[in-house]
């Protein structure tokens, strides 16, 4: 199908040295970056001496936007749950709930990743940025503002997890071209159909954050 | 008659037409934007619900206690009791709410249910496997077909089409967050009719005893913003009523919005049609004769006939027949531009087939025959400047010319029209003595931009810049303006707004005109001021204006329709799409390179919103035409895809160049509507670039590459 195509197309190309998230959530083959990654489980499970962890709920803390926030929630609970319906950080969205749509994308230990399939106890340890923590109160990131420039967004559901993937991508491949960009956000997906105003988007934003705004 | 409420003439204009960004643009993109899915409120439940995993069945028992007796289990309730009948895999069939998400779905997964499976049919392409199920329509004849066809100079041409099931597959799921306060409910809901769905909940819950005083002004329904909807979200539904009736009797808020795959197994799905077709023409091209035998499914309660032949209704001898099929599959909804999509695919593939039977360019035998239509001059220009744009000329070639090598090139076109008529408003706006303004509408903005458009009408005839204008939407408490859907909604919010608008200014007109020494009638408002006419050195600033009102706040409504103040919004459009799609007939794989839109709109408020909408509309159709499909397995009854993985939507990288000319040069007559026409047309036109590229045509939309070789196999490989 054409979209598999693309998609392995994206990984063998890697334009930007291993970084995809598919991969890196293991969806699919060629997951180069998963062993890179600390295990926040491994860390949870140690840290309980070996325990098994749950089925109640346990102690957590995550690290976002630069501020901990300490909960108590069941091991099961996913990192995108634990940020809307816990923190209520509710930029991500909750869309396809199985890594496919990149809704709830949010940027973790510097990665982009599918918040609903990472699990809130393994996010602990590492830096998680959402789409909240973007830019200062009141003031747009670069990314951000080039999507209202631009009109990549309408109903604009999906348009949190596309601002975060684009960022995410570009401050890895800040001289991205078109079709880099188009493999980089290839695990993003729009029902409305803002793909033109968004190829411009973040083709302008990748120029406005090398000219030193960047945030 | 001109009016005062007319649009300013092209020169006048500040801000209508111009390229302006949304207003909710920033929230939007920042994520602080609060749509009904994010609303968290204090001590708030969730709800899950249990649905059908049969395509037909009957409940023959059900128990919940085990559900009950869950930790954190607040509630249980049974729809469908035994004995019940299931139409579809998806349909609802009990309800638990809980202290979490998880819990909810344990105790859904604790419901102890027994199915008695039945017989079910879920595939309806193949006539002869649908047994019963399929209900003949009354045959219609017009003229004289069988004298046309029996013609001696005529050609005819003889095929089978066909456009699958899709769903709407809304981003943010259908459903909402209920909260009672005494014998009043505000609900946040994801709709496109704020203004309609309280009223329509209340009435359902009125056959309660326990809700018996429940009115329809009880209910409040809030939407502030909301994730798609497409035509699938103008009902309560039975999770929005249920979520009510179950947030009264645990006194919390609830939140219950559907699972993806429950979206897309019972939230809404665009009909089917397949139909064996015969057309004629004379061997210069003029179309003389159409026969269709149609069928198709809109799930459950069966489909509509779809109204073919499309646009071409004037061809003098027609004999059409529909069946319609009931099928074991959630059901249809309107989507976007209801029945339009698929008569465009039935005919304009059926005529194109012709065309290349007459050994026409399908661009001179459209030409030929647009006077067939309601607006062929209209059809004329558009097919023109879409060639221009398309270079159709260069890229169109003969079948089985699209290239040496395996992969081929071809160019398709199709034609559309829709209706829009702007549906009722009315508009508040209000001017405030320290120079704020607030316009308010019962209305909604679904990502169409309405927000804006709202904000720009109102700020044009003010004379203010957008930063002076508030508006207020998304509020059942506010006028009330239609529902949002069949494009409807531009005309008729603009409309209103304008007059609300006008009314308003003659106010503070009235208010300030002696302290300028002069009547009202010679005021104008430009530039933030208020200025005598002719004498541009007598002026107030707008804050000095409106200071002028001393404590009383000016209030006035506008209405859309009315018939004493102008024509301000119109209906009935003509389009046209061309599609340049590059084929591999090694894989099978369709690669949109362009798609040309030369669309008629009427005055169009902001261009920018208005562009997106049409790119919009044709990835939708990208969509349809190469990646969406219902896969059901006729031996479970079930759908095989009701998740996004497999069932498949274009991503940033498969759209292709999308190039939009909007016809501006019928400004006149007013504001129509754009977001249906657009949706239109591309499954129609790609499956004719498909057919030119490869030579033959693949009979069934979507093109995924499985049939495309197919039809290669069976058509051979040029």
Known sequence: MKKTTTESQGRKGKPDKGFSRRSFLGVGIGGGAVASLPSGLEAAQAAAGGRTLGPGPVPIALRINGKVHNLNIEPRVTLLDALRNHLDLTGAKKVCDRATCGACTVILGGRAVYSCTVLAIEAQGKEIQTIEGLAPAGKLHPVSSAFVEHDAQQCGFCTPGFVMAAKAFLDRNPAATLPQIERGLSGNLCRCGTYIGMRQAVLDAARQMKGGSRA | ?718
């Open chain 2, 1 to 718: 008659m001109p009016s005062k409420y007319d649009w300013p003439v092209a020169g006048k204009r500040s801000l209508i037409g111009k390229r302006i960004s949304r207003l909710d643009g920033p929230a939007k993109a920042s994520g602080a934007a609060k749509y009904a899915y994010d609303v968290n409120r204090p001590g708030m439940l969730v709800a899950k619900m249990l649905f059908s995993p049969h395509g037909h069945a009957r409940v023959s028992s059900i128990d919940t206690s085990a559900a009950e007796k869950l930790p954190g289990v607040r509630a249980v309730r049974v729809l469908k009791a035994a004995g019940t009948e299931l139409n579809y895999h998806g349909v609802e069939i009990a309800i638990v709410v809980a202290d979490s998400e998880e819990i909810a779905g344990d105790g859904v997964r604790k419901i102890n249910i027994k199915y008695e499976v039945l017989p079910h049919l879920v595939k309806e392409e193949d006539l002869s496997k649908i047994g019963n199920m399929g209900k003949p329509g009354q045959e219609t004849t017009v003229g004289n077909p069988d004298q046309a066809f029996g013609q001696a100079d005529v050609v005819t041409h003889e095929g089978y089409y066909g456009i699958n099931t899709i769903t709407h597959c809304c981003l943010e799921a259908h459903g909402q967050v209920a909260e009672w306060n005494g014998e009043n409910c505000t609900v946040w809901a994801s709709t496109q009719a704020v203004g309609r769905i309280g009223g329509d909940m209340a009435k359902v819950l009125a056959n309660d005893p326990a809700f018996k005083d429940v009115k329809p002004a009880s209910i409040r329904v809030l939407t502030d913003y909301m994730g798609g909807g497409f035509g699938s979200k103008f009902a309560p539904d039975v999770w929005g009523v249920e979520c009510a009736r179950l947030s009264k009797q645990t006194g919390k808020p609830i939140k219950l919005m559907l699972d993806r795959d429950q979206e897309l197994l019972a939230a809404g799905m665009r009909p089917s049609d397949y139909a064996k077709v015969k057309v004629a023409a004379k061997k210069d091209g003029s179309v003389v004769a159409w026969q269709s035998e149609s069928w198709g499914t809109g799930g459950p309660g069966g489909g509509q006939f779809p109204g073919i032949p499309y646009v071409f209704t004037e061809i003098p001898n027609k004999r059409t027949r529909h069946i319609s099929v009931a099928t074991n599959t959630g059901p249809g909804r309107a989507w976007r531009a209801p029945n339009h999509p698929q008569a465009a695919a039935l005919t304009m593939c059926a005529l194109e087939d012709l065309a290349h039977k007459l050994n026409m360019n399908p661009l001179d035998f459209f030409l030929k025959n647009v006077g067939l239509s309601a607006r062929g001059d209209v059809y004329r220009a558009e097919l023109l400047k879409a060639a221009e744009l398309m270079d159709w000329k260069t890229k169109w070639h003969p079948r089985g010319q699209g290239g040496k090598g395996h992969i081929k090139q071809g160019v398709g076109l199709s034609i559309h029209t829709w209706g829009g008529r702007p549906h009722d408003s009315d508009c508040r706006c209000i001017i405030n003595p320290d120079g704020s303004v607030q316009v308010q509408l019962g209305s909604q903005d679904l990502g169409s931009g309405t927000r804006t458009v709202i904000a720009i009408v109102a700020a044009e005839t003010l004379g203010l810049p957008l930063s002076g204008v508030q508006v207020q939407i998304g509020d059942s408490n506010y006028p009330p303006s239609g529902a949002s859907g069949g494009s409807t909604t531009v005309g008729g919010v603009s409309s209103s707004t304008r007059r609300a608008s006008v009314k308003a200014l003659d106010k503070l007109f009235e208010a300030v005109a002696s302290s300028l020494g002069t009547t009202a009638d010679k005021l104008v408002a430009r530039d933030g001021r208020i200025v005598v006419e002719g004498d541009p050195a007598k002026s107030l600033t707008w804050k000095a204006a409106c200071a002028k009102l001393g404590t009383k706040t000016i209030s006035e409504i506008g209405r859309q329709p009315m018939k004493d103040e102008g024509t301000l919004a119109d209906q009935g459009v003509g389009g046209v799409q061309m599609s340049e799609v590059e084929v591999d007939t090694e894989t099978g794989i369709v690669t949109m390179k362009k798609s040309v839109v030369v669309q008629d709109c009427g005055l169009v408020i902001d261009l920018k919103t208005a562009e997106s909408q049409v790119f919009g509309a044709v990835i939708m159709g990208v969509c349809s035409a190469l990646y969406e499909e219902r896969i059901f397995d006729q031996q479970t009854g079930t759908m095989l895809n009701a998740d996004m993985e497999f069932y498949k939507l274009s991503g940033i990288g498969d759209v292709g160049e999308i190039v939009v000319h909007m016809m501006n040069i019928y400004d006149q007559r007013g504001v129509i509507g754009l977001g249906e026409p657009p949706a239109i047309s591309p499954p129609a036109a790609i499956a004719n670039a498909v057919t030119n590229a490869i030579g033959v045509r693949v009979e069934t939309i979507p093109f995924t590459p499985d049939k495309v070789l197919a039809a290669l196999e069976k058509g051979g490989r040029g």
